[in-house]
């Protein structure tokens, strides 16, 4: 883990980590968005040494708001954000359009395919339910699709 990242959050097997880099109030909404997740525990954890390998680590360079964008709208955002995203740092990336979900999967899948260096690896693809009311912009999102996009060293 680098010095300029903060580990947050587990997801499932992985440690997910918010670089310094993000400014507070994003680094405070995407800590509520991975908080609706059913599949991990959010908190302040510790790194030491007990808690993980390298492999599992998550450091989410930047993320793609997409809620109340209709397709394609959150993939374009998300092709022009991983110009940002070194190899080895991830993405996140929320949406409301059920069909992101194919777009984003599909965008990945094809880069695997076209083996491009680096390629794209889709670490995480969820669907919450649960109501989260963004105050900034006074939204109620009912669903929300998740997404966590590795770039990945394909040699």
């Given at each position: 883990?680098?010095?300029?990242?903060?580990?947050?959050?587990?997801?499932?097997?992985?440690?997910?980590?918010?670089?310094?880099?993000?400014?507070?109030?994003?680094?405070?909404?995407?800590k509520?968005?991975?908080?609706?997740?059913?599949?991990?525990?959010?908190?302040?954890?510790?790194?030491?040494?007990?808690t993980?390998?390298?492999?599992?680590?998550?450091?989410?360079?930047?993320?793609?708001?997409?809620?109340?964008?209709?397709?394609?709208?959150?993939?374009?955002?998300?092709?022009?954000?991983?110009?940002?995203?070194?190899?080895?740092?991830?993405?996140?990336?929320?949406a409301?359009?059920?069909?992101?979900?194919?777009?984003?999967?599909?965008?990945?899948?094809?880069?695997?395919?076209a083996?491009?260096?680096?390629?794209?690896?889709?670490?995480?693809?969820?669907?919450?339910?649960k109501?989260?009311?963004?105050?900034?912009?006074?939204?109620?999102?009912?669903?929300?699709?998740?997404?966590?996009?590795?770039?990945?060293?394909?040699?």
């Amino acid at each position: 883990m680098s010095a300029d990242s903060q580990l947050i959050t587990t997801q499932g097997s992985y440690f997910v980590c918010l670089s310094a880099s993000l400014p507070d109030t994003q680094q405070h909404v995407i800590k509520e968005l991975l908080d609706l997740l059913s599949t991990g525990h959010t908190g302040n954890i510790e790194l030491d040494g007990t808690t993980g390998s390298a492999q599992s680590i998550l450091n989410i360079k930047s993320w793609v708001d997409g809620r109340g964008l209709a397709c394609p709208m959150p993939l374009l955002k998300t092709k022009v954000a991983l110009r940002d995203v070194a190899a080895g740092e991830s993405l996140y990336v929320v949406a409301t359009d059920p069909n992101s979900k194919a777009d984003i999967t599909a965008f990945c899948q094809q880069s695997q395919q076209a083996k491009t260096t680096p390629s794209l690896g889709l670490t995480m693809s969820e669907m919450t339910d649960k109501v989260l009311v963004d105050g900034a912009t006074s939204q109620r999102f009912d669903t929300i699709y998740h997404f966590i996009i590795t770039k990945t060293d394909s040699n």
